[in-house]
């Protein structure tokens, strides 16, 4: 079946660091990849997605990359915050439409000052 | 933007005991949703889809009998723990797909959770 590994945790790092969650799938077809994110306390949220290979989603700093070829969606940011300490999440669906998300298992980051 | 919510949103009980949490789509219409449950450390695994007017369609391994779903409308879908146990205590989170329309998009909109804990 469908699967997304993501890497371990938790991640630490001092403000300003760059940033890189690896994140990997397998799947049959052409899913959707998706990054969500989880704040202390709060539901989760989603961060950024892409549809199609090649497609890079971005937001608020960061960025991912459908890599096809590598079955990759690594999530970037060039310079963290403490205010980007929160458990990340890699998810992939495998049709569009109403369909659920599969996910990894969630990485738990830490920034501090 | 859309607005998922969850009632309630912590809930400890005793064993034995029947626990219903509600999952609201607060400004848009869902057909589908779905719930997760999430161990501590762990990702979210898919339990339910639930659909409006239909019966659920639980994955392998979750009970039907014991995670009894019901949705009722269009923006409320609710999930009943029955006969709790302390091994349903877990962090459980729904999520819904604004219907689809001529600007509908095909993203999931989670609610914020709600932490069952069984005495």
């Known amino acids: 079946g469908d699967s997304v590994t993501q890497m371990e945790g938790p991640v630490t790092l001092s403000e300003e660091a760059f940033l890189t969650i690896n994140c990997t799938y397998t799947a049959t077809g052409y899913p959707s990849l998706f990054w969500y994110v989880q704040y202390p306390g709060e539901g989760l949220q989603l961060l950024l997605k892409?549809?199609?290979?090649?497609d890079k989603g971005s937001n608020k700093g960061f960025e991912a990359t459908y890599r096809k070829e590598t079955t990759s969606f690594h999530l970037e940011k060039g310079s963290v915050q403490v205010s980007d300490s929160a458990v990340y999440f890699c998810?992939?669906?495998?049709?569009?439409?109403?369909?659920?998300?599969?996910f990894g298992k969630g990485t738990r980051l830490s920034v501090i000052a | 933007g859309a607005v998922v919510s969850q009632h309630p949103s912590w809930v400890i009980c005793k064993s034995g005991t029947s626990v219903k949490i509600e999952c609201r789509s607060l400004?848009?219409?869902?057909?589908?949703m779905f719930w997760y449950r999430q161990f501590p450390k762990q990702s979210l695994m898919l339990m339910a889809t639930s659909n409006e007017g239909s019966k659920a369609t639980y994955e392998q391994g979750v009970e039907k009998d014991k995670f009894l779903i019901n949705h009722a409308s269009l923006t409320l879908s609710t999930l009943t723990v029955t006969s709790a146990h302390p091994e349903d205590s877990s962090f459980y989170i729904c999520s819904a797909f604004r219907d689809r329309g001529i600007y509908s998009t095909d993203t999931q909109y989670f609610g914020p959770g709600t932490r069952l804990t069984v005495l």
């Open positions: 400004d848009f219409q869902a057909t589908t």
């Open positions: 892409a549809t199609k290979a090649d």
């Open positions: 998810a992939l669906s495998a049709y569009s439409g109403n369909t659920p998300l599969v």
